[in-house]
C-alpha cells in the first residue's frame, strides 16, 4: 500500500486549496512578528485574516473535490502555528507579561498551556475526524479560542483600556481546557446554504452585519465570546435533560413493578380458598 509521500509524488497537490492555507500560514506567522513588535492590533488582524483563510481552504477542497490526505495535514501543522502559537505569544506579550514580577513563570505557563492544548485539539481532531458527529465540535476549536482572544485585544483597543493580566491569566487556563474537554460546540456544518430560508433569516443577517459594521471592535468579542460560553452551557443543558429522562424511565419502571405488584397480590386472593 503507498504511503502519504509515494501518494503526493504521484498524484500532485491540489493547488487552490494549498494557496488559501499557505496564506493562511503567512498570516499566522505575520501575526508573530507584529506581536513581537508590539503591534497587537495588527498581530490580532493578521489572526483574523488567517482564520478566514482556514474556513475557505476546506470550503473550496470540498466544492472541488480536492480533499487529500496531505492537504489534511498541511492544514493542521498551519493551523497550529497561526491558531496555538501566535495567539499564545499574542496574549502573553499583551495581557500575561504584565503579572507581578515574582509570579512571572504563570505567564508563560498560561501562554505554553494554550500552545499546547491547541497542538492536543488538533491532534484529537485528526484521529477521531471519521468517528465525528458532523453537527458539533468535541472540544472548542482552536480558531474560537484564538479569535476570543484576537477580539479582545480589538476590545480593549477601542474602549482604550489595559487588559487585566490575573484576568486574561484565567480565561488562558479556561480556553486551554475547553480545547481538550469532552464539551460539544455547535459546527454550523449541516447546514446547507441552498435551501430556501425564511425572510427573518435574512433580517437577522442584515441586523447582523449593521451591527459588525457599527461596532466592529466590540460586537465580534461579544459573538465570540457567546460561542465559546454555549459549549459549556449546552453541555450542562443536556446533562439535565438526560437526568430527567433517566428519572423518568425510573420512576415509570417503578410504577410498573408496583402495578405488577399488585395484579399479582388481587389473583392470588382471587385464587384463595372459597
Not at 29 to 44: D, H, N, T
Request: net charge positive; proline share 4%; aromatic share 12%.
Amino acid at each position: 500500500m503507498p504511503n502519504l509521500k509515494d501518494s503526493v509524488a504521484r498524484r500532485g497537490v491540489y493547488i487552490l486549496p494549498s494557496l488559501f492555507t499557505s496564506m493562511g500560514l503567512f498570516a499566522g506567522f505575520y501575526s508573530l512578528i507584529a506581536a513581537i513588535q508590539g503591534r497587537y492590533e495588527l498581530a490580532a488582524w493578521a489572526i483574523i485574516a488567517a482564520a478566514v483563510f482556514d474556513m475557505l481552504d476546506g470550503r473550496v477542497a470540498r466544492l472541488l473535490h480536492a480533499e487529500t490526505a496531505f492537504g489534511a495535514e498541511y492544514d493542521s501543522l498551519c493551523d497550529m502555528l497561526s491558531f496555538g502559537i501566535a495567539p499564545a505569544v499574542l496574549v502573553y506579550l499583551w495581557a500575561l507579561v504584565h503579572l507581578p514580577t515574582e509570579l512571572h513563570k504563570l505567564a508563560w505557563l498560561g501562554a505554553f498551556f494554550l500552545a499546547a492544548c491547541a497542538a492536543l485539539r488538533l491532534a484529537r481532531f485528526n484521529v477521531q475526524l471519521e468517528n465525528q458527529d458532523k453537527r458539533y465540535f468535541q472540544g472548542l476549536p482552536t480558531p474560537g479560542a484564538a479569535l476570543l482572544i484576537v477580539t479582545g485585544v480589538l476590545f480593549h483597543a477601542d474602549l482604550n483600556i489595559e487588559p487585566n493580566a490575573w484576568l486574561w491569566f484565567a480565561g488562558s487556563l479556561l480556553l486551554a481546557w475547553l480545547m481538550v474537554s469532552n464539551v460539544r460546540f455547535v459546527s454550523g456544518k449541516d447546514v446547507d446554504l441552498r435551501q430556501r430560508r425564511s425572510t427573518g433569516f435574512i433580517v437577522a443577517i442584515i441586523v447582523i452585519s449593521g451591527l459588525v459594521m457599527a461596532f466592529p471592535y466590540r460586537v465580534p468579542f461579544a459573538f465570540i465570546l457567546a460561542y465559546c460560553m454555549h459549549g459549556p452551557m449546552l453541555s450542562i443543558w443536556q446533562h439535565r435533560r438526560v437526568v430527567q429522562y433517566r428519572q423518568t424511565r425510573r420512576q415509570a419502571a417503578k410504577k410498573d413493578q408496583q402495578a405488577g405488584q399488585s395484579s399479582e397480590a388481587a389473583a392470588d386472593e382471587a385464587d384463595g380458598p372459597g
